[in-house]
């Protein structure tokens, strides 16, 4: 997802401005992937090589060594087909794909120190490009206090602009609705405000 210097900026100012309203934090990530899947190729390989001998074994006269041939033969195009990113990330099932995003988006959270805002009003806005997922996670103090869905309809809009190519309005509506919530309840000076990055953090 290209994200130009100018929307990083924007988008950078627009959580600079929500958190000028607030003592909670918010911090922005965007990963180009979570995991690379790269046992997924060598697993496709591996399952398809291994059925390749049986057939010829029972209804063909090959020799043992020109099975053993074909099938080392079958592993390695299986494996250099399914070796492509977008061939690979296909191959891996939906629930894998979230699960590492989601376990990439706490890992983040922890990363960047919004665990240890005195509050315990950190926000983090995650998205993995390659697995498609975004994810807002929030402490303790400031989840505790946002109705059920709130937190789904925010990553709602955000995918939304996501998928129009507007990916910079979708990380700003995403900051601003946030920010207004810990307005609301975490206003400035009701805890003290931890040095966390204003800017959209990109990960390769």
Do not use: C
């Not at 080392?72 to 087909?81: M, Q, S």
Request: aromatic fraction near 8%; charged fraction near 15%.
């Amino acid at each position: 997802m290209f994200i130009s210097d100018a929307d990083r900026k924007r988008i950078a100012d627009a959580i600079a401005a929500a958190e000028r309203a607030t003592s909670g934090e918010i911090v922005a990530v965007i990963a180009a992937e979570s995991a690379s899947y790269l046992s997924v190729p060598f697993l496709a390989a591996s399952v398809i090589a291994l059925a390749v001998p049986w057939p010829l074994i029972f209804f063909t006269w090959f020799s043992i060594q020109g099975i053993y041939a074909l099938q080392l033969a079958v592993f390695a195009a299986v494996f250099a087909l399914a070796l492509p990113r977008p061939i690979r990330f296909r191959l891996v099932p939906r629930p894998i794909l979230i699960q590492r995003a989601h376990r990439r988006a706490v890992e983040q959270f922890l990363a960047q120190n919004l665990h240890t805002t005195q509050g315990r009003t950190g926000v983090l806005i995650f998205v993995s490009v390659a697995e498609r997922y975004a994810e807002v996670l929030a402490d303790a103090a400031i989840h505790a206090k946002v109705p059920a869905g709130t937190w789904q309809h925010i990553i709602d809009g955000l995918t939304h602009a996501i998928s129009q190519g507007r990916a910079a309005d979708g990380f700003i509506g995403a900051v601003e609705a946030i920010g207004r919530m810990l307005a609301e309840h975490f206003p400035p000076g009701s805890a003290d405000r931890a040095e966390l990055p204003n800017h959209l953090i990109v990960l390769d």
